[in-house]
């Protein structure tokens, strides 16, 4: 789900809803096992924490490694930690469903329902 409200958000939403269970991975989760490497001079450290040293994986470090540097900050913690969705390219960033959609005003009440 790399970008807010896409595609695969509608897709991930409707399972969810229709009771499929969802799976979630990181790059770490998939990343081959770090051996020899200096951890404090590793550009991977900040998110590894040193987690590719018990790695059973088969995402080579070094790809890993070119990605990351490729990347803006918010598109690798989408794509390779899976955060949350990239908000670039939004015009309102911010914007979270769960504090800024409220019950629509201009709805009828229920019956017997008080304001």
């Given at each position: 789900m790399h970008k807010a409200y896409g595609l695969m958000h509608r897709v991930i939403t409707?399972?969810?809803?229709?009771?499929?269970?969802?799976?979630?991975?990181?790059?770490?989760?998939?990343?081959?096992?770090?051996?020899?490497?200096?951890?404090?001079?590793?550009?991977?450290?900040?998110d590894c924490g040193g987690k590719a040293r018990n790695a059973d994986g088969f995402f080579k470090i070094e790809d890993a490694i070119t990605k990351k540097r490729l990347a803006s900050k918010e598109a690798w913690d989408a794509e390779a930690l899976c955060l949350m969705p990239s908000q670039e390219g939004l015009i309102y960033k911010e914007f979270d469903i769960s504090v800024h959609v409220v019950s629509d005003p201009f709805e009828k009440e229920p019956e017997g329902a008080g304001r």
């Amino acid at each position: 789900m790399h970008k807010a409200y896409g595609l695969m958000h509608r897709v991930i939403t409707d399972a969810a809803v229709n009771g499929y269970c969802i799976f979630k991975w990181c790059i770490f989760d998939v990343m081959e096992k770090c051996e020899g490497r200096d951890c404090g001079e590793c550009p991977l450290w900040e998110d590894c924490g040193g987690k590719a040293r018990n790695a059973d994986g088969f995402f080579k470090i070094e790809d890993a490694i070119t990605k990351k540097r490729l990347a803006s900050k918010e598109a690798w913690d989408a794509e390779a930690l899976c955060l949350m969705p990239s908000q670039e390219g939004l015009i309102y960033k911010e914007f979270d469903i769960s504090v800024h959609v409220v019950s629509d005003p201009f709805e009828k009440e229920p019956e017997g329902a008080g304001r």
